[in-house]
Nanobody, 116 residues
Framework: QVRLVESGGGSVQAGGSLRLSCAAS??????????LTWFRQAPGKEREEVAS???????TYTDSVKGRFTISRDNAKNTLYLQMDSLKPEDTAMYYC????????WGRGTQVTVSS
């Protein structure tokens, strides 16, 4: 059974930091093959791709988080991370991780709330 479990969310004040983790288990292929992505969805808004990292460590970021968020992965631990610094109220959302290689797998999300 494939499981992606996010953790590390919480409530912080603007300017603060959080580090999200996404631990994977049961994936049918070796973890290092997967493209890993963080998405977020705020109430009443569409889901947004935040950052991704592929099998050769190539990273992408949406413009609104460039310079503030850092995506990374530890293939030995089957874990994806998102370091979020200088958080803003507009970063408030449910954050999800996804792993894609032939098929797509999703976690259930972790809530991030940033107060002004």
């Amino acid at each position: 059974q494939v499981r992606l479990v996010e953790s590390g969310g919480g409530s912080v004040q603007a300017g603060g930091s959080l580090r999200l983790s996404c631990a994977a288990s049961g994936l049918p292929w070796d973890y290092h093959n997967y493209k890993l992505t963080w998405f977020r969805q705020a109430p009443g808004k569409e889901r947004e791709e935040v950052a991704s990292i592929d099998s050769v460590m190539f990273t992408t970021y949406t413009d609104s988080v460039k310079g503030r968020f850092t995506i990374s992965r530890d293939n030995a631990k089957n874990t994806l991370y998102l370091q979020m610094d200088s958080l803003k109220p507009e970063d408030t959302a449910m954050y999800y991780c996804a792993a894609v290689f032939s098929s797509a797998y999703w976690g259930r999300g972790t809530q991030v709330t940033v107060s002004s």
